[in-house]
Structures are given as structure tokens and as C-alpha cells.
């Protein structure tokens, strides 16, 4: 199936529901990620090295010759929504500097609540969220979640966990640890604070699935010794407990089910296949397609992921709710949209246009065969569904890694 068409230009993000308003115009979000020579203006493109955003957070300077990086900080913030303190909320986002932590505090931030961010910085990275290093309405601890937080929190979205197959494989156990007993900490401060508790639990529950699409009451068809069970037992099991101590203990949860996700930020290195695409097309690499490509996933942009989230944590279902895409691509197919966008960018941007090549590689154990999302439930209880087409993210992504090159940081 080809990528489908880039559609309008969506101007704004979130939604106003249940008295919770998350609505931020696309430009102020992209200002925090994106410089403005990659901003384009009607048909004025900006063709030179762009500068880094001039306004807020950390300016970095590359110079080429010494090999050398100079920071700057600012002490401008982007400006906040002011809250009456009956609305302002209290909130921890754990794993809050990794890449959708870090879209979600920049919502929750924008709309004007406090945010508390911990992080061990494992996979995530400071630099996500420096931006708002100083903010009055901001704190940010290195924390590890394994071990116990004490706060006052009235809200806790608990996102911590290494989400890369490569990097969650890499320490398996401290993957469960970090799901059991993250979970299990997190769990035990709502019960003290009484804070709603979302957890960010994944498709990965549903294992390599024998029904398709995945809807949110079939059980999954998971391997619990093969090489992804760290992650997708790690998960199942911090669900259990999440309903445990909602069941027990009246705590107020939340539980996302959350699909193939992509976006700025996320982690060149990261290994997932959106990352490794775009990097590998714009550095004139073949892109590295496993197995044969027949296998499918569905992607979402993240600022519709960060819609659905925000809508479940100000929501009343209580029951698990997928969000994802719908739209089904083989990797194959996706690998073919993502050559394209990029050679599109390129173009657009004057840059040398290399075709690169496909090539195959070994396809990794238990790789789920057939994945995607059946968001039934989201569509009819949150009334959400994706915005974004998946050309328009990729694209966001594409001038957020090439200003990374041009900067030095890749
Ligand atoms: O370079 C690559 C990387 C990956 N792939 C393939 O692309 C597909 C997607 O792989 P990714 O590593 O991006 O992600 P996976 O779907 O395997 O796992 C993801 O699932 C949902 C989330 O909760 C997690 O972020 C992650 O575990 C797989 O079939 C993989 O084999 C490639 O063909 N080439």
C-alpha cells in the first residue's frame, strides 16, 4: 500500500474534553524541536545550515574544524498557560526526558501545570527537555524507578522503561526490574498521594498475535522465555499490578496500550525502524529491511499519541485502551514511503538526492508477523483518533534528524 497522501496541515494539537483543555497551536510545538530554517514559510525555503532556535532552551554552536560544541543556555522559557491553582496539577512524568516523555512534558508544561520529570537518563537524554531547566513550573531529578520517590503528586504518568527492542534486550533483567518494581513504586505513591496513575503499557502485550487487528480484550500470544519477554511479560505483568492495586486499594489507574510511535527526538541510535530508516536514507545508506518485509506495523505520529494519553489520563476508562494507528504498512512498503519522503525533503531543500538501496538482514526471534491497532475502544470512549498522516510525521522527523547532522549532534 502506498504512504497515503500528505493531507492538510494540521495546525493544532490535543483536544478540549471532560473540562481539561489540551489544545496548543503545532507551531509553538515545533518551535521546541525544530530551527526555523527548517520551519517553512509559504514557498520560502531557507536553504542554509540552520541556526539553532534562538529563543529558548540551550543553544549549541558546532564548529567543524576544532570538533568542537559550545552551549549557551537562555533564561527566555516558552511562555505557559497561567492556570488558577484549582486546575494547575501536580504531575510526575517518569522516563520524562526519553522521547515520549518529553513530548508530554512539553504539553503538560505548555498548558501550564507543574511537571516533575525523573529520569535515570538510561535511554533518555537531558537534552530532550532542557528547555524548560529553570522554569519555576518545572523540576527534574535523575532518578532510577526501581528504587522508591516520595512526592506530592496528583497526577503520575509512569512512562519509564527502555522501549527499543535492541536496548531492552541489552539488559534483560534490568528491563523487568524496571517494569515489575518501577511499577510497584509508582503504584504504591499514587495509593499515598491518592494520584491517578497511567501507565504506558504497549502492543507488545499482545505478542506475535494470532488475531488481527488487536483489540483490547484478546489476551496475546506472548513467548515467556524468548528474548523479547523481558519487555512484553515486563509489561503484562505491570498491568496485572496496576488492576491489583486498583482492585485492592482503590487506586485510580489508567492503562495505554501503545503502538509503533515515531517522531522528533527519538533516539538516532535507538534501533527501532523509523530511526533507522531516515538515518540510513539521508546518510545514502541502504536501509536495513529484516526478514523479508512482509511483516506489518501500523505508526503513529507522536502528537497523537500525546492526544491519547492526555484524553485517558482526564477520561474516565479505566479499562485498558490501545493507541495506535490503523493504517497497516509491510515494512517493506514502509521502507519504500520513508525513501521517498526523504528524497522529497531533499529536494525540497536543494539537497543532493542519492537513491539508496534496499537490503535484507536477519530477521530478529519472535518479530511479531501482523500487527495493528483495533482502536475501537479509543475512538468510542475518548473520542480520539489520529490526526496525523504518517508522510507528515515522517517528514517532521526527517528535518528534525537533518538539522541534527548539520549540527553535529548525529
Ligand atoms: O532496521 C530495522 C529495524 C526494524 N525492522 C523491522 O521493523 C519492524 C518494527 O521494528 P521496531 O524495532 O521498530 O519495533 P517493534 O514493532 O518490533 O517493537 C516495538 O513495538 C511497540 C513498542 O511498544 C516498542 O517501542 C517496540 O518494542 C520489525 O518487524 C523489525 O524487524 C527492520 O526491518 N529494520
Redesign the pocket.
Known amino acids: 500500500m502506498a504512504a497515503p497522501a500528505a493531507t492538510a496541515e494540521i495546525k493544532e494539537v490535543g483536544y478540549s474534553r471532560n473540562g481539561f483543555d489540551s489544545r496548543i497551536d503545532t507551531d509553538t510545538l515545533r518551535s521546541l524541536y525544530l530551527a526555523p530554517a527548517f520551519v517553512k514559510e509559504g514557498d520560502k525555503v531557507d536553504n542554509t545550515v540552520p541556526t539553532p532556535h534562538k529563543d529558548y532552551g540551550t543553544e549549541s554552536t558546532y564548529d567543524k574544524e576544532s570538533n568542537k560544541i559550545q552551549y549557551t543556555t537562555f533564561a527566555k522559557f516558552p511562555p505557559v498557560r497561567l492556570l488558577p491553582n484549582a486546575e494547575r496539577k501536580r504531575i510526575l512524568v517518569t522516563g520524562g526526558a526519553g522521547f515520549v516523555g518529553s513530548h508530554l512534558v512539553d504539553r503538560l508544561m505548555l498548558l501550564g501545570h507543574e511537571v516533575t520529570v525523573l529520569d535515570n537518563f538510561f535511554t533518555g537524554s537531558r537534552t530532550t527537555v532542557s528547555h524548560w531547566v529553570g522554569h519555576p513550573n518545572f523540576e527534574m531529578a535523575r532518578h532510577d524507578v526501581v528504587e522508591p520517590f516520595m512526592i506530592e503528586v496528583d497526577q503520575i504518568y509512569h512512562l519509564a522503561c527502555p522501549?527499543?527492542?535492541?536496548h531492552?534486550q541489552y539488559n534483560a533483567v534490568k528491563t523487568i526490574k524496571t517494569s515489575f518494581m518501577g511499577t510497584l513504586n509508582m503504584l504504591g505513591l499514587a495509593k499515598r498521594t491518592k494520584a491517578r496513575f497511567l501507565i504506558t503499557s504497549?502492543?507488545?502485550v499482545y505478542g506475535d498475535p494470532e488475531e488481527h487487528p488487536q483489540r483490547e480484550d484478546y489476551w496475546g500470544h506472548v513467548n515467556c522465555i524468548g528474548p523479547?519477554a523481558c519487555?512484553d511479560e515486563g509489561?503484562r505483568v505491570a498491568e496485572t499490578l496496576t488492576y491489583g492495586y486498583m482492585r485492592q486499594d482503590g487506586v485510580d489507574v489508567r492503562v495505554a496500550r501503545?503502538?509503533?510511535?515515531f517522531g522528533p527526538r527519538m533516539n538516532p541510535y535507538d534501533?527501532?525502524?523509523?530511526s533507522?530508516?531516515i538515518i540510513?536514507a539521508l546518510k545514502g545508506e541502504d536501509?536495513?529491511?529484516?526478514?523479508d518485509?512482509q511483516?506489518t506495523?501500523s505508526f503513529q505520529y507522536v502528537h497523537d499519541l500525546i492526544d491519547g494519553l492526555i484524553l485517558l489520563m482526564n477520561g474516565e476508562e479505566t479499562r485498558p485502551v490501545n493507541i495506535g494507528s490503523s493504517h497497516e504498512f509491510t515494512?517493506m512498503e514502509?521502507?519504500e514511503a520513508v525513501r521517498d519522503v526523504v528524497e522529497e525533503v531533499q529536494k525540497e531543500y536543494g539537497l543532493p538526492v542519492k537513491r539508496v538501496g534496499i537490503v535484507h538482514?536477519d530477521?530478529?526471534t519472535d518479530?511479531?508477523q501482523r500487527?495493528r491497532a483495533d482502536t475501537t475502544r479509543a475512538k468510542e470512549q475518548l473520542e480520539w483518533q489520529p490526526r496525523w498522516a504518517v508522510r507528515q510525521g515522517v517528514k517532521e522527523m526527517v528535518l528534525y534528524y537533518k538539522q541534527a547532522m548539520d549540527l553535529g549532534k548525529i
Do not use: L, W
Not at 163 to 166: F, G, H, V
Not at 287 to 291: E, K, P, R, W
Open positions: 522501549a527499543s527492542p535492541p531492552y504497549t502492543s507488545e523479547r519487555y509489561k501503545i503502538f509503533n510511535t534501533g527501532r525502524v523509523v533507522n530508516f540510513q536501509m536495513t529491511v529484516y526478514g518485509g511483516q506495523r515494512i514502509f521502507a538482514k530477521m530478529p518479530d511479531p500487527r
